[in-house]
C-alpha cells in the first residue's frame, strides 16, 4: 500500500508547484488529478541532471506567456463518482503481479529507482548495464519507481502502475468534464474487450493514449491559449514513449487547422514535447546508447499495402475490439458541427496518419512485430481513447450533434 | 471464409498469457484472424447500421454491447488471467520470481547471464537481472525451458534454472 502514500505526497506537491506556476488556490490545485503531473514532470527534469534544468527552464518560460485558464471542475455527480470508484475497484481488485511480457519490463525499469532517485536515468544512459529495452524515454517506469517511493517490492510497483492508469483516466475527465456527460455513453464506451486487459495491466499504451486524448481536448478547446496543463501533458507524452511525441505533433497540427495557423500559443505543448524528446536523444548520443527501435529511415512503401491489410485486420478484430473501430468509422462520416468532435476527428486521422508513417519509417524489426500480431492492437490502445471520445461526441452524446460545445466560465489553470 | 472454434483460440494457459496476454484478447492477431472474411462483415455491417440509426441512440450502445460479448467471454471467463484464474496464474508467476530472487538476487550478487532462452522466462529473468553489467564477475546463471515453475539449481558457481520440458 505504499503506493497509495507515494500517491498522494506526489500530488500534495504537484498541488504545491501548481499554486506557485499557476497562481490557483491550494484546494483547486487539490481538487484536480492532473496536479500530479506537475510533480511527476518536476522529478523528471531533477533525475536529467543539468539538461533536466533546461527543460524546467523552457517550462518557465512558456508558463509565462499568458497561456488560458483551464475552467474550474464540474461538481462530480453522485453517478460519476460511483461510476469512477467502481472503474477503480475493477482496475485494482486483482493480485499485483505482473503477468504479461512488457509488464516484466517496465517493472524491471522501475525497479532501478531502488539504487536511488533517477536510477532509471543513470541505468538508462549507461550502455555497458545493459537495460532493455535500450534508449526508450524513462518516464513511465520512473514514475512507477517514485509513487513506491524507491521501494523494492513488485506489488507495490504493480500498484503504482494501476494507480497511474487511474490518474490518467482522472485527467482525460477532468479536461473533458465540461461537455455534457451520459453515463451509459461512457459505459458503452468500454465495450472493447481488450481494454479491460489493459486497464488492469502495467503496460503504457493505454495511459499514453489517455492522456494523448486529454491533450487533443485541452487543444481543441483552447482556441488561443491551451491551459499550461496541456504543456506538461505535452512533457509527458514525449517521456513516456516516443510515439507521444508524434500524438502531440497529431494534436498539435489539428488544433491549428481548426483555429488557424496564427493562433501559435497552441504549438507550445509541441514545442515543450520536442524539447524534452531532444534533450533525452541527446543524452543517448552523448552516452553512446544506440535506440534502435524507434530509429526513423526511409520509408518502405512497398510495404505499405500490406501493413494497411494488417491494420485492417486488426481494427475489426471482434474478440478484442468489438465492434468499436465500425463505429469509429460511422462516428467520422457523422461527425457534424459540434467543434469537439471535428476537432476529435482532425485529431484521429492525423493519428492514424503519423502511426502508419512510422511504421513505414521505422526500422524493419517493427514492420515484423506488426506481421506477428505482437504491436498493431496496441498502436490502436494508443488511439482507443480520441476515438473513444469521437464516438461519443458524434453519435452517444446526450446533446444534439449540432450544437456547439459551451464555452466554461475560465477559473484557473 | 474460414470459422474456426473458439477453444483454440483462447489465451488459456499462463506462458500464452505472458507471451500474447497484450497484444490481443485471444490469439487471432499471431495467428494472422483466420475469422477475418465474417469479422469484416460484421465491421461494415455495423459501421452501416450506425449511420443509418445515429439518431437512435439507444441502437448504438446495444450493438456495441452486443458485439463486445464474445471478448468479454474470454477476458472474463476463458482466459488464463480471467478473474476467477488470475489467482493461480499469479502464483505460478510468484514461484517462479521466488526462485530467481532466491539463486541471483538483485543488485546484491554478481550474476552473470551467459544463456537464456528468448521465451516465457525472458521478461520474468529481465525483472529479476534489470540490468546486467558487462563487468560482472561472480556466478554464472542459465536460464532454459518455455514454460513457468522454474527449478533453479547451483553447481560449481553456475547457476542452471530449468522449466518444464
Not at chain 1, 482496475?91 to 522501475?110: G, H, M, N, S, Y
Amino acid at each position: 500500500m505504499i503506493a497509495l502514500l507515494g500517491l498522494v505526497l506526489l500530488h500534495l506537491c504537484g498541488s504545491a508547484l501548481r499554486v506557485i506556476s499557476t497562481r490557483i488556490s491550494f484546494r483547486q490545485a487539490l481538487e484536480r488529478p492532473s496536479s500530479v503531473w506537475f510533480a511527476i514532470v518536476a522529478a523528471y527534469c531533477v533525475s536529467l541532471g543539468p539538461w533536466g534544468a533546461l527543460l524546467a527552464a523552457v517550462l518557465v518560460v512558456i508558463s509565462r506567456v499568458g497561456l488560458s485558464p483551464l475552467p474550474n471542475p464540474l461538481p462530480l455527480r453522485r453517478g460519476e463518482l460511483i461510476g469512477f470508484a467502481a472503474l477503480s475497484a475493477l482496475v485494482l481488485a486483482r493480485p499485483w503481479v505482473p503477468t504479461q511480457w512488457d509488464e516484466f519490463v517496465w517493472i524491471a525499469k522501475a525497479r532501478l529507482e531502488t539504487l536511488g532517485f533517477g536510477g532509471g536515468v543513470r541505468a538508462a544512459l549507461d550502455a555497458s548495464m545493459h537495460v532493455l529495452p535500450a534508449g526508450y524515454p524513462p518516464l513511465w517506469p520512473a514514475s512507477m519507481g517514485w509513487l513506491s517511493l524507491h521501494h523494492d517490492d513488485v506489488e507495490a510497483d504493480v500498484l503504482s502502475g494501476s494507480l497511474l492508469m487511474l490518474i490518467c483516466v482522472a485527467t482525460l475527465i477532468e479536461v473533458w468534464r465540461e461537455e455534457h456527460v451520459s453515463l451509459v455513453g461512457l459505459a458503452v464506451l468500454f465495450a472493447s474487450p481488450l481494454i479491460w486487459v489493459h486497464l488492469r495491466s502495467t503496460y503504457v499504451d493505454l495511459p499514453v493514449g489517455l492522456l494523448s486524448a486529454a491533450l487533443a481536448v485541452c487543444l481543441v478547446r483552447g482556441h488561443e491559449r491551451p491551459p499550461f496543463v496541456a504543456v506538461l501533458l505535452g512533457v509527458v507524452l514525449a517521456a513516456f514513449k516516443d510515439e507521444g511525441l508524434l500524438h502531440v505533433f497529431a494534436a498539435t497540427g489539428a488544433a491549428l487547422l481548426m483555429h488557424g495557423v496564427r493562433k501559435w500559443r497552441l504549438s507550445l505543448p509541441a514545442v515543450a514535447a520536442v524539447t524534452a524528446t531532444l534533450i533525452w536523444r541527446g543524452l543517448l548520443r552523448s552516452h553512446e546508447v544506440v535506440g534502435f527501435d524507434h530509429s526513423v529511415g526511409s520509408p518502405a512503401w512497398a510495404e505499405a499495402p500490406r501493413l494497411a491489410e494488417l491494420l485492417t485486420l486488426h481494427l475489426f478484430d471482434l474478440h478484442s475490439w468489438g465492434v468499436f473501430w465500425a463505429l469509429t468509422v460511422a462516428a467520422m462520416v457523422v461527425a457534424g458541427n459540434s467543434p469537439m468532435a471535428r476537432g476529435l476527428r482532425l485529431t484521429l486521422l492525423g493519428l492514424f496518419a503519423v502511426t502508419f508513417f512510422a511504421l513505414l519509417a521505422g526500422p524493419e524489426r517493427v514492420r515484423v512485430f506488426a506481421e506477428n500480431g505482437t504491436l498493431l492492437n496496441r498502436l490502436l490502445l494508443q488511439l482507443w481513447p480520441t476515438a473513444a471520445l469521437l464516438v461519443f461526441s458524434a453519435l452517444l452524446s446526450p446533446r444534439s450533434l449540432d450544437a456547439p460545445a459551451h464555452q466554461a466560465a475560465p477559473a484557473s489553470r | 471464409m474460414s470459422v474456426t472454434s473458439d477453444d483454440g483460440a483462447t489465451l488459456a494457459t499462463p506462458e500464452a498469457i505472458v507471451i500474447d496476454g497484450a497484444n490481443g484478447v485471444t490469439n487471432a492477431p499471431r495467428a494472422h484472424f483466420p475469422n477475418a472474411g465474417w469479422e469484416l462483415v460484421v465491421a461494415v455491417a455495423a459501421t452501416v447500421v450506425a449511420i443509418a440509426f445515429r439518431k437512435h441512440r439507444r441502437v448504438l450502445p446495444a450493438l456495441l454491447v452486443v458485439a463486445a460479448l464474445p471478448g468479454f467471454l474470454h477476458v472474463f471467463w476463458r482466459r488464463a488471467d480471467a478473474p476467477l484464474n488470475r489467482g493461480a496464474l499469479a502464483s505460478q508467476v510468484r514461484s517462479t520470481m521466488r526462485e530467481f530472487a532466491k539463486f541471483a538476487p538483485w543488485p546484491r550478487d554478481a550474476v552473470r547471464v551467459v544463456h537464456e532462452d528468448d521465451d516465457v522466462l525472458f521478461p520474468l529473468l529481465r525483472y529479476a537481472r534489470p540490468t546486467r553489467p558487462s563487468s560482472d564477475g561472480g556466478v554464472t546463471l542459465e536460464v532454459r525451458g518455455a514454460s513457468l515453475r522454474v527449478k533453479c539449481s547451483v553447481v560449481a558457481r553456475h547457476i542452471v534454472c530449468r522449466s518444464g520440458p
